[in-house]
């Protein structure tokens, strides 16, 4: 293939047809459709499809997922503890290597036009740091096609597992670029001590921070004040994301007002996964605060549930199920989401459809952004750096 690509007649998220040449992994221009060719460029046509940026997936567990396995159904407890220990004895028996489940997975992913990931990876006594050697291996095997990073995850607890602070600190060490938490007050009872240690970690390592918090009600808000707290004072607001936070979907009008105040003035962002069977944070009302949102898959057929497609636009679905959401700017609201604010979450450089960016783009037939989550198609072409990696939903290299 030669230095330049030219992708002939895509429709732009407004509606105009443009032809887009690529140079060097870049979007090099933007033209009018029908526009003259530069020499010896190499064409695809456009035939009129949607282009988008490449879909931000903000969270998930590429390490702990039964992706190409036989189906194998929920035994899990009705608790979160019990979803851990359920996890955890499955994990035990389970002999098919991370790198074969999770890389069939990540190939999937980027046939939906996912390129770039952040993966939480589960450390503890048990399992040592052998999760994030494999997820480490994994990424260079996909480097140069996509962008992953990683946070360090206590799955089972931080605090009330000796040794697990150690482990976690040597994961950083290998090049982790994040820290992960897990209900401070929840799982390991101690949220002060727990949010001391992981913020220490971050400034220590100069890394971000990730919380799962999925405490409700009182508790939960109390921990989200806290977590800004921290996160202000060790100047890492744009690197924290707290992900889940269902106490949010609880919380008053007044209330969600003042703490959205907060998390925006400190720059930390909420992931969610739009849950159907728990309270979900008011995206509207947060985004309208200044809350950057960003959307992830969490789980995708794993111990802790059978399903999950890793498709990004079916997660700006669930948004718009989710919040009684149809009118086209509340869907470009949810398309922003698993896109602009999974970018900004992440503190991806260069992203979007924008001369001067990566050339890291979905064509798929569809007249807007609106009828793309509405139809989901499947006949999608991925391009990763300006060159197509994926196409029909087939995983090229």
């Known amino acids: 293939m030669g230095q330049a690509l030219v992708i002939r007649s895509v429709r ?72 851990i220990d359920n996890e955890r004895r499955i994990l035990r028996t389970f002999d098919i290597p991370i790198a074969r489940r999770a890389g069939r997975l990540i190939e999937h992913c980027i046939a939906k036009g996912s390129l770039h990931f952040r993966c939480h990876i589960d450390v503890d ?50 090049g982790v670029e994040n820290v992960g938490g897990l209900d401070p007050a ?19 390592y100069g890394r971000g921070v990730d919380i799962h918090l ?60 739009a849950p159907a069977d728990c309270p979900a944070p008011p995206v509207a009302t947060l985004r309208a605060a200044g809350v950057n949102v960003c959307m992830g898959s969490d789980g995708i057929r794993d111990a802790w549930s059978p399903l999950g497609t890793g498709d990004m636009l079916e997660r700006a679905l ?17 398309f922003d989401c698993v896109t602009v604010g999974g970018a900004k979450a992440l503190g991806l450089e260069s992203y979007g459809w924008a001369v001067g960016n990566f050339a890291n783009l979905v064509l798929l037939p569809a007249e807007n952004i609106g009828m793309a989550i509405a139809e989901r198609r499947h006949d999608r072409l991925v391009i990763a750096q300006g060159k197509v990696v994926a196409e029909n939903g087939v995983f090229l290299g």
């Open 12 to 83: 732009t998220p407004n509606g105009d047809l443009r032809d887009i040449r690529l140079e060097g992994g870049r979007i090099a221009g933007i033209f009018p459709a029908g526009s003259p060719l530069p020499p010896e460029a190499d064409v695809i046509d456009g035939a009129g499809r949607l282009a988008l940026p490449a879909l931000v997936e903000a969270h998930c567990h590429f390490d702990k997922t039964l992706w190409g396995q036989p189906w194998r159904p929920n035994t899990a407890g009705p608790t979160l503890r019990d979803y």
């Open 125 to 174: 006594p048990e399992f040592g740091l052998s999760h994030v050697e494999a997820m480490l291996a994994l990424r260079e095997t996909y480097r140069g096609i996509i962008s992953m990073d990683f946070v360090v995850f206590p799955q089972t607890g931080m605090l009330i597992r000796p040794g697990t602070v150690a482990i976690m600190e040597e994961a950083l060490k290998l």
């Open 186 to 204: 929840g799982i390991d009872n101690d949220p002060i001590r727990h949010l001391e240690t992981i913020f220490g970690l971050a400034e220590t």
């Open 214 to 273: 999925h405490d409700r009600g009182e508790l939960g808000l109390w921990q989200i004040e806290r977590i800004a707290d921290f996160a202000d004072l060790a100047g890492l607001g744009g690197k924290t994301v707290i992900s889940h936070a269902y106490c949010l979907g609880q919380a008053s009008e007044a209330r969600l007002q003042k703490i959205g105040a907060r998390l925006a003035a400190s720059g930390i962002s909420i992931m969610t996964t």
């Open 318 to 334: 669930f948004l718009a199920l989710r919040f009684d959401w149809a009118k086209d700017a509340e869907l470009e609201a949810a």
